[in-house]
């Protein structure tokens, strides 16, 4: 497995140095947020897209320190009532940006819709009672969801682009039975993103999630997240405390290796579960932890990683026994 990025991690270093930055650490793999839910600080895909110059430069820079694009990331909702069209158009400019750089995966998000043709807000759907809930997530799937990702699948395809969709709170696609019911509806060209803080702070166990994923992970995310158990006991997982109050919160993204229990334990685990189901790839860094230095922190998430993870093919075969 080799080590990436998500270029956001450090988004107050202007491009040329978080490239360096990058060499520095050893991190070989880039993936560049272009717009929705991030300021996409380091690529301008409109820009790129217009001018053969400003991609060359872009690749060039790239190229020059040896590094490689593991994937662009666009994590809008493309299914909003109102802002949809906006986030859609992100997502089709990372797929233009993907297939014009010879870049196999986009990561984004399955997006979430109103509850009714009158919405103009998301609404998601945690419960099946009262009984309405389940006429909402009928209209959210079969109207709006499943026909938008038939068109999003078709169009990624004629351009040889996946897309890895991230199971995130507060999307229609938040669990691996939901991944896997968009992708047995649409098709291959539909994979998970697993970023293990999601299901983590969700109680799921993201061991047991990439099993059921076998096959179908376009693409992984080395993030962790801590559990608060003095919020937890009382009010549970679901949270609406601001991230600027950490010490409030449920649960907190925090620096790989200071979440889950078990540690290096756990995370050689999920690497080796990883490899099990079929994901041999990138292992993009999300650095998202409000206590600490992004630089230090991903110096120290890169050391504990190399500790863990795989990188040399397995060498054991049946005849060894």
């Known amino acids: 497995m080799r080590l990436g990025i998500v270029t956001d991690s450090l988004s107050a270093l202007p491009f040329e140095e978080m490239l360096d930055v990058c060499v520095e650490l050893g991190i070989t793999d880039l993936e560049f947020p272009v717009g929705g839910w991030s300021t996409a600080p380091h690529c301008d895909a409109e820009a790129l897209l217009a001018s053969d110059a400003a991609l060359d430069g872009f690749l060039r820079e790239i190229d020059e320190r040896g590094l490689r694009i593991s994937a662009f990331n666009a994590n809008g909702n493309p299914l909003h009532p109102v802002t949809g069209p906006a986030d859609d158009a992100v997502l089709r400019r990372a797929v233009e940006l993907a297939a014009r750089t010879g870049v196999e995966t986009v990561v984004c998000m399955s997006g979430l819709p109103g509850g009714s043709p009158q919405d103009r807000t998301p609404n998601w759907i945690t419960t099946s009672w009262p009984p309405e809930t389940t006429r ?180 054991w075969r049946p005849a060894d026994i």
């Open 136 to 315: 909402i997530l009928a209209y959210q799937w079969d109207e709006v969801a499943l026909p938008y990702w038939e068109r999003m699948a078709a169009y990624g395809q004629e351009r040889g682009v996946r897309f890895a969709i991230e199971m995130h709170g507060s999307q229609l696609v938040h669990s691996a039975s939901t991944l896997l019911r968009l992708r047995e509806r649409i098709g291959e060209q539909i994979g998970a993103n697993v970023d293990p803080s999601h299901p983590m702070w969700q109680g799921a166990d993201p061991r047991a999630v990439v099993a059921a994923l076998d096959g179908a992970i376009h693409h992984v995310h080395a993030k962790d997240v801590r559990m608060n158990s003095r919020v937890v006991d009382v009010d549970g997982v679901l949270d609406t405390t601001p991230l600027e109050k950490p010490s409030q919160r449920a649960w907190n993204f925090v620096t790989l290796g200071l979440g889950a229990p078990g540690g290096a334990t756990f995370w050689g685990q999920l690497f080796s579960d990883l490899r099990a189901a079929g994901y041999d790839g990138v292992l993009s860094i999300e650095h998202e932890d409000v206590h600490r230095d992004a630089r230090e922190a991903l110096a120290q998430t890169v050391s504990f990683l190399r500790g863990v993870t795989p990188d040399a093919p397995a060498s």
